[in-house]
């Protein structure tokens, strides 16, 4: 009985131990296939990031003394392995167990969790960040790599379609076309004209008459006789340099209107925009002087206003006048005379003597009465700036023609980006007006700034109207700026573009090295100018600053700069223009770019005057625009380097040659006899053979027989040597005695006039 326990004992031990075999068999298996499993790299990726969850903390707190060890060693396993097995088995099941339940989701949430941003064409680099989330730094280093000038990217710069897609890409955001910011149109507020009235309410109306014709053929007297003043001798050189308005009151007790414009060159913009408001062109031509370019201009713009034309033939009292002649030069411009069977009203008259005025005035009025001029003189007013300046006691003022309604005080006006309200009227002799009706000049005194002459002037019902209908205007011209900057910037875009790819194909089959080397090449010869150099290159620039008295005398010398064509010679750069005298900012400004100030018809305090000279600025004053022209081709000219003239002396021709031992060397002599006047040794000289200049320099030596002179008169012999050992002498050659003037070079602008 106590064997068979024993026995039982034994085979219980034998069993165990078996099951102990079996089971590490079972391990190393496992153990194995792990170890297999961990040579993948995906595996170890999993475990790693499964090192991060809740699970493996727990793990690893559990098995804090063993997880150090068995990241670092994977395959020698020298401690318990059965635990350590069972943890990373049991880490792994849950692994892919997670996986396996969402294998697709997390993908899926992943792309869902991007955020869509809102963008737009034309989008600045400020509203994409806004939009975005982040600063601009950010849309920066975005556009680093790309082909976009970043150093001339600002904050408020538009961007192109495809740099805005590459920074929601950088971003790893999620794109989406705004269609608002495109399809928002802001109302449009302006003020136009109203409909055309009513027959029934339109009453007669006095004509606007407006006196062209060339310069200095007397249309200003023409008015003064008419006007009984003496307006031409008040005028600066005795020419008309502004537009003038006046209301003409006739014996007959008619009332004309009529416009003085400018006959000079300059002035063509004046006399355009006269032809404009008028209903009756005088055309003035001297009998002496016959058909001018300012005359065919002039006949030019009447056509294209479409306004008929009353001839003057002036100047008939001078003894050469010839109105036969005149009225035969106007046929080339189908300018018909009713004496050659056209419908053109031609009056012979004297603005001197005063003769047959009467007759002229009588032929407008007559035409008026053909034209039936009527206008409405009821509901807001409609007319037009005929000249705007700035008066030093009542600010911006206009003279306009009325063209609709009735003005009055208090009236609010608008005219371009401009508004007023109506603090005071006058007329043409300065007397104060109440009431402005349809074809009567009027200035107009209460404007917020000044508006450009031309400008359309209409009446709207308030202060608040007037703001909002001037905002629009300026809305409307920053649209088109952007439009016209938007332009050049994809031109500029497409610019850097094929730079970007010409410079990727120039150093693409290059190596790294010899690549920095190129570049440093590029960016050497792109170094700054030395202050010598720079002011060299600054003495080759004039800036300028334009002030007049009145908005069209501005305009006329704006529009002669414009013509400007010697860039290439002296540069014209215009810095500031505007109207009024001149001020202390204007000296500043001059100062700061080195500039001249011109003044037209404008003051300039003594004070003003004090400090310019003291800062070494240059104010240039004058009255008469053409003298303002010619100063100013004075200082262009004044700009550019001098030239050199060369101014024969004497003339020599070479009969022998031999040379002369000085030292060690040998040095060549010319024997010379002098053709015609003299050579003096210490002039410069000049080789010729066969009219080719072989050599410029100075003279050695210069010898009479043994004795060295500094003159050699016409017929004596003389030997001469040159500074240059390396030139050779033949017999027939020519020595030429010169002398060097620098002479000021002049500017190749012509104005015109």
């Known amino acids: 009985m106590s064997v068979i326990p024993a026995t039982r004992g034994v085979e219980a031990e034998e069993s165990l131990e078996l099951r102990r075999q079996r089971l590490r068999r079972n391990m190393n298996q496992k153990l194995l296939k792990l170890e297999n499993l961990l040579r993948f790299h995906t595996i170890c990726r999993q475990l ?47 692994l892919v167990t997670k996986k396996e339940e969402r294998p697709w989701k997390s993908q899926l949430s992943s792309t869902k969790s991007k955020k869509e941003v809102e963008v737009w064409r034309g989008m600045t680099v400020e509203e994409l960040g806004r939009a975005m989330g982040k600063n601009t730094d950010f849309v920066y280093e975005a556009l680093l790599n790309t082909a976009v000038d970043i150093d001339s990217l600002e904050a408020d710069s538009p961007l192109d379609e495809v740099w805005i897609k590459e920074v929601i890409k950088k971003a790893e955001l999620k794109l989406k076309w705004s269609k608002l910011k495109q399809d928002k149109v802001r109302k449009n507020k302006d003020a136009i004209r109203r409909p055309q009235a009513d027959p029934a309410l339109l009453t007669p109306r006095f004509p606007v008459v407006t006196i062209m014709g060339h310069v200095d053929h007397g249309k200003t007297t023409l008015l003064d006789k008419l006007r009984k003043t003496q307006v031409a001798a008040m005028e600066a050189g005795g020419i008309t340099q502004h537009i003038g308005a006046f209301l003409v009151s006739l014996p007959s007790g008619e009332k004309i209107t009529f416009l003085d414009t400018p006959g000079h060159a300059a002035f063509s913009a004046m006399r355009a925009r006269g032809a404009q408001v008028t209903d009756i062109v005088i055309l003035v031509v001297a009998a002496d002087d016959g058909v001018m370019k300012q005359t065919v201009e002039s006949i030019q713009h009447a056509k294209d206003a479409q306004v008929p034309i009353v001839l003057a033939i002036n100047k008939c009292d001078k003894a050469e006048a010839d109105p036969e002649k005149v009225k035969k030069e106007l046929l080339a411009y189908d300018v018909v005379c009713e004496d050659y069977g056209g419908d053109i009203q031609a009056v012979p008259v004297s603005a001197l003597m005063g003769d047959n005025l009467m007759a002229l005035a009588e032929a407008t009025i007559a035409l008026a009465e053909m034209l039936e001029l009527k206008a409405d003189p009821t509901g807001p007013v409609e007319g037009t700036v005929i000249e705007s300046f700035t008066d030093k006691g ?19 006006l608008v005219a371009g980006k401009s508004w007023a309200k109506v603090r005071l009227m006058f007329d043409e002799n300065g007397k104060t007006v109440d009431e402005a009706y349809p074809s009567m000049p009027v200035g107009i005194i209460g404007w917020r700034n000044l508006p450009s002459a031309g400008e359309e002037i209409l009446e709207v019902e308030s202060e608040q109207r007037a703001r909002e209908v001037v905002d629009w205007r300026k809305y409307e011209q920053e649209q088109e700026k952007s439009q016209e900057n938007m332009k050049i910037i994809e031109e500029k875009r497409k610019e850097h573009q094929e730079a970007h790819w010409k410079a990727r194909e120039k150093y693409g089959n290059v190596q790294w090295k010899e690549r920095a080397y190129l570049k440093y090449l590029e960016r050497k010869g792109q170094t700054f100018l030395r202050p010598k150099e720079k002011t060299e290159r600054d003495s080759n620039v004039l800036p300028v600053i334009i002030k007049g008295d009145v908005d069209g005398s501005v305009e006329a010398i704006l529009s002669i700069i414009d013509t400007y064509d010697a860039s290439h010679e002296c540069e014209l750069e215009l810095i500031h223009f505007g109207v009024g005298d001149i001020s202390a900012n204007d000296v500043n400004l001059a100062e700061t770019f080195y500039g001249v100030i011109y003044g037209f018809n404008v003051n300039v305090g003594n004070v003003i005057q004090q400090s310019a000279a003291k800062k070494g600025v240059k104010i240039k004053l004058h009255k008469v625009i053409y003298h303002l022209i010619e100063d100013l081709q004075e200082e262009l000219s004044s700009r550019l380097p001098c030239a050199v003239e060369e ?6 021709s070479i009969l022998a040659i031999f040379s002369v031992t000085e030292g060690k060397r040998k040095v060549p002599v010319a024997g010379c006899r002098v053709q015609k006047g003299q050579l003096e040794k210490q002039k410069k000289f ?29 017929g004596m012999d003389c030997g001469l040597s040159l500074d240059e050992e390396n030139i ?7 020595i030429v005695c010169y002398e060097e003037k620098h002479i000021q070079a002049k500017t190749s602008w012509d104005p015109g006039f």
């Open 647 to 652: 101014h024969p002396v004497g003339e020599a």
């Open 394 to 412: 009542r600010g911006p003022v206009t003279t306009a023609i009325i063209q609709r309604g009735t003005l009055r005080k208090g009236s609010v």
């Open 48 to 94: 790693h990031s499964l090192c991060q969850r809740r699970t493996l903390r727990q793990w690893r707190h559990e098995f804090s003394s063993l997880y150090p060890v068995w990241t670092v060693q994977l395959y020698p396993w020298p401690w318990p392995t059965d635990v350590l097995i069972g943890a990373a088995l049991s880490q792994h099941r849950l």
């Open 728 to 734: 050779e002498f033949k017999v027939g050659d020519i």
């Open 686 to 714: 000049k080789l010729t053979r066969n009219g080719h200049v072989i050599w410029k320099g100075s003279l050695t030596s210069l010898k009479h027989h043994k004795d060295d002179i500094s003159i050699v008169k016409t």
